[in-house]
């Protein structure tokens, strides 16, 4: 029976080890992870990570041929293919802080598998990692090898959040990156030969190493870009009076672009995409690219222009002043079908409403109120190194009520600011919602998810992304 052992439990590792094992009932695969809380979770009812279809993948194997584990040395000791799927966060500190991934916990993985072995491996970069990535960890492995041969793969993840089993299930594409020699050719196939057990021949792409790793980055920062460009139209959109929708349609239905991922939001969130452009544009200005690392910058750029140019319209619109004016916001994830918040615009949008001193009343269907107040006090990227937790601020604390209902969030509110697309969020009684705000009433609409048109015909004033304005809107100059 082949042994597979996956190094880090989180949204990548775990789904995707769940797959694999529910699809090879003939190898073996255990997760495994330093923190004891993420194992626990994955060994009990309440999983660590909300995925939908995830419960009944993992129930169907565990304990058979799926296993969670914090024995993360015996596991890695016994395995033939080990995946490393640890988080690779911005550095915060030193040389290149601010863009460069931090690669400690890969680091760190990679010392202990040189460590702890003492049979042949394949070591799978799962993680998504700068080019070059896999020339350091053959060094690290190579150099305190003791006779073992190590082959190093890249095989990056493309999974989305909210739709990973089924990303896992069917994917577009499943990419191998391996050196171009025997050794090499020989474990790009042990590897095909696992996936093949569910994805057809011709949707396995093999590479070399470099082109694996960097088209991980490329795939991330085309998805950003694409985000970026429907949202730089949407302020257009707003001051011409065209609807960001229509222009968004016409434009996707050019079968050279495509309609998805064409919708304009307050703007893109999650652990990877910012993560990912500002590791490439780090790549870019040292391998002497400067040009080429400004044009992808311009996509974070319009990202939080995005987020910004939203806080700015709702306070200009609210006659310049929300000091302790109670404000509902409706969805904290980062997007919708799961309960992740990194770097979901929530957390910039939210500040900003604080930093103007209004009193904010939340409610997501999916997060807990300790992971909102936390994610409110936390400095830019320190939410992705989980042992530098900080505590929450008392003053945030005060300013923000999370509760476990959208009547209770929008009950005595100025306005209701909707920041995730859950389907619940297109059901609402927005009549019930109206009596009992005070007025006027706004709904300032980040997901585009309301039919503005028969709130409007309630009594809202409504704000949505890229739509022609209200009249009441359209008088006040909004600063960018
Ligand atoms: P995560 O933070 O949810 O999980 C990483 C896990 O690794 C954590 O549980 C951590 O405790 C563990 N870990 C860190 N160092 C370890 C060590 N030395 N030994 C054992 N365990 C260790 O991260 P994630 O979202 O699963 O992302 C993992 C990687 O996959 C990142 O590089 C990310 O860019 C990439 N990725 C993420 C997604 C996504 O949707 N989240 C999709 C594709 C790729
Ligand atoms: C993204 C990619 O889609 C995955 O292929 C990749 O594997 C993953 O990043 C990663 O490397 O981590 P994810 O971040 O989970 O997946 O979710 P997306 O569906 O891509 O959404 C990202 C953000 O963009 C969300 O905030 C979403 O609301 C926003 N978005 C998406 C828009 O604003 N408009 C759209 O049209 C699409």
């Given at each position: 029976?082949?042994?597979?052992?996956?190094?880090?439990?989180?949204?990548?590792?775990?789904?995707?080890?769940?797959?694999?094992?529910?699809?090879?009932?003939?190898?073996?695969?255990?997760?495994?992870?330093?923190?004891?809380?993420?194992?626990?979770?994955?060994?009990?009812?309440?999983?660590?990570?909300?995925?939908?279809?995830?419960?009944?993948?993992?129930?169907?194997?565990?304990?058979?041929?799926?296993?969670?584990?914090?024995?993360?040395?015996?596991?890695?000791?016994?395995?033939?293919?080990?995946?490393?799927?640890?988080?690779?966060?911005?550095?915060?500190?030193?040389?290149?802080?601010?863009?460069?991934?931090?690669?400690?916990?890969?680091e760190s993985a990679a010392r202990?598998?040189?460590?702890?072995?003492?049979?042949?491996?394949?070591?799978?970069?799962?993680?998504?990692?700068?080019?070059?990535?896999?020339?350091?960890?053959?060094?690290?492995?190579?150099?305190?090898?003791?006779?073992?041969?190590?082959?190093?793969?890249?095989?990056?993840?493309?999974?989305?959040?909210?739709?990973?089993?089924?990303d896992l299930f069917n994917p577009?594409?499943?990419?191998?990156?391996?050196?171009?020699?025997?050794?090499?050719?020989?474990?790009?196939?042990?590897?095909?030969?696992?996936?093949?057990?569910?994805?057809?021949?011709?949707?396995?792409?093999?590479?070399?190493?470099?082109?694996?790793?960097?088209?991980?980055?490329?795939?991330?920062?085309?998805?950003?870009?694409?985000?970026?460009?429907?949202?730089?139209?949407?302020?257009?959109?707003?001051?011409?009076?065209?609807?960001?929708?229509?222009?968004?349609?016409?434009?996707?239905?050019?079968?050279?672009?495509?309609?998805?991922?064409?919708?304009?939001?307050?703007?893109?969130?999650?652990?990877?995409?910012?993560?990912?452009?500002?590791?490439?544009?780090?790549?870019?200005?040292?391998?002497?690219?400067?040009?080429?690392?400004?044009?992808?910058?311009?996509?974070?750029?319009?990202?939080?222009?995005?987020?910004?140019?939203?806080?700015?319209?709702?306070?200009?619109?609210?006659?310049?002043?929300?000091?302790?004016?109670?404000?509902?916001?409706?969805?904290?994830?980062?997007?919708?079908?799961?309960?992740?918040?990194?770097?979901?615009?929530?957390?910039?949008?939210?500040?900003?409403?604080?930093?103007?001193?209004?009193?904010?009343?939340?409610?997501?269907?999916?997060?807990?109120?300790?992971?909102?107040?936390?994610?409110?006090?936390?400095?830019?990227?320190?939410?992705?190194?989980?042992?530098?937790?900080?505590?929450?601020?008392?003053?945030?604390?005060?300013?923000?009520?999370?509760?476990?209902?959208?009547?209770?969030?929008?009950?005595?509110?100025?306005?209701?600011?909707?920041?995730?697309?859950?389907?619940?969020?297109?059901?609402?009684?927005?009549?019930?919602?109206?009596?009992?705000?005070?007025?006027?009433?706004?709904?300032?609409?980040?997901?585009?998810?309301?039919?503005?048109n028969k709130l409007r015909e309630?009594?809202?004033?409504?704000?949505?992304?890229?739509?022609?304005?209200?009249?009441?809107?359209?008088?006040?100059?909004?600063?960018?």
């Amino acid at each position: 029976m082949v042994k597979i052992c996956c190094i880090g439990a989180g949204y990548v590792g775990g789904p995707t080890m769940a797959v694999i094992a529910y699809k090879c009932p003939n190898i073996e695969v255990v997760v495994v992870d330093i923190s004891v809380p993420r194992i626990s979770a994955w060994n009990s009812d309440r999983l660590p990570i909300y995925e939908p279809g995830l419960d009944d993948v993992v129930k169907h194997c565990r304990g058979k041929n799926l296993f969670f584990s914090t024995d993360v040395e015996k596991h890695v000791f016994e395995a033939d293919i080990v995946f490393v799927s640890v988080n690779t966060p911005t550095k915060t500190s030193g040389l290149g802080a601010g863009k460069a991934a931090d690669l400690t916990y890969w680091e760190s993985a990679a010392r202990m598998i040189a460590d702890v072995s003492k049979s042949d491996k394949i070591v799978v970069e799962k993680s998504t990692v700068p080019v070059k990535t896999a020339e350091a960890i053959e060094k690290i492995l190579t150099h305190n090898s003791k006779g073992i041969n190590y082959q190093i793969l890249s095989n990056p993840e493309f999974l989305a959040e909210g739709t990973a089993i089924q990303d896992l299930f069917n994917p577009d594409r499943v990419l191998i990156g391996g050196r171009e020699t025997p050794e090499g050719y020989k474990s790009v196939k042990a590897l095909k030969d696992v996936y093949s057990h569910w994805v057809s021949e011709d949707r396995i792409l093999t590479t070399n190493l470099w082109s694996a790793e960097l088209s991980k980055l490329a795939a991330n920062a085309f998805l950003a870009q694409r985000i970026s460009s429907v949202n730089a139209m949407s302020a257009l959109c707003e001051a011409t009076g065209a609807d960001v929708s229509q222009v968004a349609y016409a434009v996707g239905t050019d079968s050279r672009i495509g309609p998805k991922f064409l919708n304009a939001s307050v703007g893109f969130g999650g652990s990877c995409f910012q993560k990912d452009i500002l590791n490439l544009v780090y790549i870019c200005e040292c391998n002497g690219l400067p040009e080429v690392a400004e044009y992808w910058k311009q996509v974070i750029k319009i990202n939080d222009y995005q987020k910004s140019r939203f806080v700015n319209r709702m306070v200009s619109s609210m006659f310049n002043t929300i000091a302790n004016k109670k404000v509902s916001i409706l969805g904290f994830a980062f997007k919708k079908d799961t309960g992740d918040t990194r770097e979901t615009p929530a957390i910039d949008v939210c500040q900003g409403l604080l930093g103007d001193k209004a009193q904010l009343s939340i409610y997501d269907p999916q997060v807990m109120e300790d992971q909102i107040q936390r994610d409110l006090s936390m400095n830019k990227f320190d939410w992705d190194h989980p042992l530098h937790l900080q505590p929450m601020s008392p003053t945030t604390k005060k300013k923000v009520h999370c509760v476990w209902d959208t009547y209770e969030a929008t009950k005595d509110a100025h306005a209701v600011c909707i920041l995730t697309e859950w389907d619940e969020f297109k059901k609402l009684d927005f009549q019930r919602i109206y009596d009992n705000m005070q007025k006027p009433a706004y709904v300032f609409d980040g997901r585009n998810v309301v039919d503005a048109n028969k709130l409007r015909e309630i009594g809202f004033i409504v704000y949505s992304i890229g739509k022609p304005l209200d009249a009441w809107l359209n008088d006040i100059p909004v600063v960018a």
